[in-house]
């Protein structure tokens, strides 16, 4: 008799499905594709930042041998693109900023494109730029695009509360303006597609999407191709972050190229091309003022933000959607006001970046939040804890937290980095050039997507073949987050196997059923639960039909190991692969096939911005302690504790990738990247000026996960995707104010600036 | 008020959809796909008919630039594969016949490895061998397998009724003998496979094979892979009729040199070797006798057959299975008995081919069956319609005949081709050297697949996503016979759409659900039930969403042209992709999915082999007009009349198609085809000297389908694969008789053996 004890998945390390694959070099990334007959694309981008197309001339282009098409937008339907519906593929009559589109060619490889490219003669009439938002709203700026005579595309504005009362009630008030930069994704896999049509006319895309049901409805009204003709499939993607969640021209172009040759056509960024024309993190102005009451009792919070929106509109411009959360909710503000001006540039323009917008607000909020310590001479954990929410509020911005965490990361991080009392001795003074500080900020994001559409949902199809095999077509797609692994862990969970059992398809829109796509945390928490749900499901199915053949309730059977057992004792009973042949060859004749699309219980957001748009909420805590060199201005992060909610822990290895992988890119925002812009030109497209961090300038993360159990989450979990990578930067500079008194108000803290500032502060007495 | 009509796809001539992939050279073959890192494949067969192997040096192989594996039996588990298991891929001690697999070679490209199997020297010591199931039945004949030291693998033995009693009732007995001969399937894909292990011991085989999931059970107790590691994927597959129904050894050995080699590899045939070692259709000596009444009525029928096994057993050895359907069950006969004996020689083997035994069974039926009328002085065709079945009958095999249109076409071939007035002209004497004649054969085989396995069932997963296109993943493989499109019809017309908004996925284990395979006839009738009964789940679920939205009792309601219809009116109320946008975006937050899987209701059969083996019989009735110079020798077809109950015509195009290439093969058979066996070694390896009937051979066709709507096959249809191929040589045999008085017993009526038999029926004043 074979005893098989209970035994769980759920938060072991497991490491990735895909691991294997892309350090064996077995992974196809878009790039390793090649379909027969494929032509090569590239785009000719202007060379001005805001200047009228007088002519364009492609016929030495043409003539080129290997060229087979050379477009303009006289070529094609001009339909414009983007979140903002403001951005044609290629540009007929105008170009609004240095990565705008204006003619592209196919040829029989990247050199002969390339070589076309260099042939194409455009003349152009300069326009008057603008390339800060401040001066885009002075009286007599230049108009960017006409329909915004004011270049003003959107405006948000958000309260609860009374701000007066607020005023009123308040002993201090603080007021701070940040202003943050620009940075970009960095994604290792470049920007890119294949477009190929078929004899009948059927589109296939090799695409990076993140949201591949949406780019079909999105892309069918910019190409004139009926969404039920696209199929869009998803190579193995290098990275994402966000900048694959809007359509951008080379989409479309790719497809024009395709449509116009008749041949298969792949489009790839080169990478100083992914640094001049793909998304970047929307650089924004934030002015915060706020009141506390003398117990630490925040009073109310006001804040104006001022965004960059570069030439045209993608997802950048809605990132208040997220940032006013944070105004709103992170911390109980009784009376709150939010006002963003978005505002055309002739600046590159900004998309989705992991946190999106929330770096921004979090650095304001949480470097904000320690000058209001410091006002009522609280030290900055006492005065988060006293004004930090509880399990079960439900926020004036009416978010319902159903879990939170934070007091408990506020407290743990608290402990583990021995905050008060390093906090406490940095600050007394120290010797020598070299200062150590200590700072924390906390963060609130959503935590299981964010209905914007009136679905936020995932489908599941879910197969069990003969030999307890399991196949899960999913709609969530896999950009290196871990999505399949955490998928496979729940379905292997629920029917008691090994993930190894399960095979996850997740890459073909003709297979997968609907989902939303990644964004907003929500694969673990929505894609997880639909996973769940599909394999309980065929858990009941088999249990059911075990029953019976066991002579036994199947309440009282489980699945562990393979086998069908004795809930109580584990005596294995039967293999789960004989049951399934069984029930297929001999039984009922079935197949154990099931599926499942999981609606989370969130809400779309009134006119207001009220409403609970996730199901629920990521909290966490991160602590920083810094050494800062006075005589260069270097600042080294030496340690992070890093201090998460995470609901549960489903994959212990991949939530400490993902924690780790956000704090380096939150250190990266804090000290080093930047991606400098001047006067509308990108000036540093290469990985030697834009400085990533590296393995030597990566700190000790010291992790620990709080689990709350959420209700609603599978196993109890929460999304962590962006999360860590969002309070960083504040902890950094509140530990550099901890090191050297002296406080930034911009990033990245380069030496230079860092230099600069405090010999500033030094001479104006600070 | 757009009005629909209602209107039908089913007995439409719908193009196949996969045809402008073909005719445009998109649609990617084996040898289309190539995989990174690939290696090619060679094979070493034994030059010898039957041999010891003494050794095998493999030395200069190996050192050869570009070699990356050189294997032989010593490498590999060595566990005998075939429906036999009587072959190990590679042979280590022995070679019984001209195809066996000696060694091995993986190498950069086919010509390196090519080189490196001609440097492989084998020393062998000759065995007697044996070429004839009669020689090899000889008492001291060589014994070919220690296994069977009679030679014989397999015998079968059917009765029912007492034939001595049917032998006192008849007036007239007729015996006669058959012989059959070796032809192959002549794909115009041949052979290949490629076998690809990642990192993580998942092994990927894109495989011709037509039973993807039996083939990942049989391949992996010979592999020693567990099934559950296997996938398999079909690329576009350039026919098949049977000849990948069975595991051959090229499959495993392309597998061990991926394994020795971690490298993908691809093991293609040439077109020689496709002729060597690839199945045959198997030879038989047939042996009738059968009595009848002077009214016409058939008495007994007692056969008895000599099948030529070659050297292994594949599937061609389980070939009486169905012959003994016609012997028992295409007329009636109140008594009968079937014995064979399966005997092996030293010649290759054969396999499954379209009609599996049946094209032999009939050949010798159908030829008897105009001999017994000549002998009660009766019409061919008054002769077959006495003894002809009608619906509703159980014969005494135990088939059932729920539809039996079998009458109909006789009468309808009769009557379209003016049989009864051109046989007895004909007959009555030509003048000139070139004789007329007219002569009919009908025939009897499953229509809706043969329960061989204890499930004979087709899964089908069926998806509708938001612009109301439908994704089909079915278990059944399309190898060319249209299958694709019958199924997109069967969806598109239960929901009202068109057969372009359904895709049919049926190339992936990982992603289709189980099925049998594709064989015995079964896909239509099978799959097609499947598919339609998902879809009419979908439409079930459609229209019960309608209804409330519409204000209308789902009865009300109809899906028609992309709309929900009122029933009565035609009415269009609402868009389906609206419909669908709504449930998902709206209402429930569901997808439209939904599973089946369709077991038809037929049995095994029971140890006497009785039992209603298939849900569904197909019949149907050929007539051939032929042109005989007796100068020459050359049979030329003029015409053939062929008439099929095929229960519901579904795709009229796909149906002819399917009509006309089993009249041309059958053609082939009769006339021409012939792969010429001499002393084990095959004499015509090449289309120059194989004679296929090419577009000059090809005689008029007429066809007319008798639509005897079964009660259970998908909107009455009835399988139409293999039947086709089946009774075209017995007519055409019997109007050579009819032209010249002179019978043939063997084919092909090649010139050389027309002109021979009808001088030496002249002289001897036949």
Known sequence: MTIIEK?????????????????????????????????????????????????????????????????????????????????????????????????????????????????????????????????????????????????????????????????????????????????????????????????????????????????????????????????????????????????????????????????????????????????????????????????????????????????????????????????????????????????????????????????????????????????VEMNPFEFRLHNAQECGETTPQGMIFQTCGLRDCLQLA???????????????????????????????????????????GCGTILKIDDYAKVTVMTGSSEIGQGSETVIAQFVAEELGLGVSQVEVINNDSEIRPWDVGVHASRTTFVAGNSALRAARKARQKLLQAAGPKLDANPEDLDLRGGHVVREDTGEALLELGKLIRALHFRDKHEIVVTSEYYEPPSVMQDKEFKGNVSPTYAFGTHVAEVEVDTQTGIVRVVKVTAVHDVGRVINKLGIEGQIEGGVVMGVGYATRENLVVDAGRVMNPSFRDYKLVTAPEIPEIDIACVETMDPYGPAGAKGIGEAPSICISPAIVNAVHNATGVRFYELPLTPEKVLRTLQSAQESGE
Not at 440 to 452: D, F, N, P
């Open 414 to 456: 608290t402990d583990k980095s021995d905050f008060v009392r390093k906090h406490k001795e940095y600050a007394a003074g120290q010797q020598g050039p070299v200062k150590r500080g200590i700072g924390m900020a906390s963060l609130l994001h959503v935590g299981g997507g964010a209905k914007i559409y009136h679905t936020d």
């Open 7 to 375: 035994s769980t998945l759920i938060g072991k390390p497991i490491p990735k499905l895909d691991a294997p694959s892309k350090v064996t070099g077995e992974a196809r990334y878009l790039q390793d594709i090649e379909l027969p007959g494929m032509l090569h694309g590239k785009i000719l981008r202007t060379d001005r930042v805001h200047a009228r197309i007088l002519s364009i001339d492609t016929t030495a282009a043409k003539a080129l041998r290997g060229v087979h098409a050379v477009i303009t937008a006289e070529d094609t339907p001009g339909v414009p693109l983007g979140h903002g519906r403001d951005n044609p593929p290629l540009k007929g009559d105008r170009v609004r900023c240095i990565r705008d589109e204006v003619a592209a060619v196919a040829a029989e490889s990247e050199e002969i494109a390339a070589e076309a490219v260099r042939l194409i003669k455009v003349e152009y009439e300069d326009l008057p730029a603008v390339f800060s938002p401040a001066d885009a709203l002075k009286e007599g700026a230049p108009v960017i695009h006409d329909a915004h005579p004011n270049n003003i595309p959107f405006t948000f504005n958000y309260d609860h509360g009374d701000i007066a009362k607020g005023e009123r009630e308040s002993d201090t008030i603080v007021e701070d303006t940040f202003r943050l930069h620009f940075v970009t994704h960095c994604c290792m896999g470049v920007s890119g597609i294949i477009a190929n049509f078929d004899s009948q006319g059927m589109l296939t895309l090799y695409s990076q999407t993140q949201m591949p049901f949406l780019f079909k409805r999105d892309l069918s009204r910019i190409i004139e191709v009926p969404p039920e003709k696209i199929r869009v499939i998803q190579p193995v993607i290098g990275g994402a972050f966000g900048s694959k969640l809007d359509i951008y021209p080379f989409e479309p172009i790719c497809i024009f190229l395709a449509k116009a040759t008749r041949r298969p056509v792949r489009l790839v960024y080169t990478r100083e091309e992914e640094f001049l024309a793909s998304p970047t993190r929307q650089p924004v102005e934030l002015t915060l003022r706020s009141g506390v009451r003398k117990d630490g009792t925040l009073t109310f919070r006001e804040v104006s933000t001022l965004h960059d929106n570069g030439g045209h509109t993608s997802w950048g411009a809605t990132t208040p959607f997220v940032m006013m959360q944070t105004f709103s909710s992170l911390y109980r503000a009784e009376h709150c006001r939010y006002q963003t001006t978005v505002v055309y540039t002739n600046n590159p323009y900004s998309g989705a970046f992991r946190g999106y917008g929330n770096l921004q607000a979090t650095f304001a909020v949480e470097s904000h939040m320690d000058k209001l310590a410091a006002a």
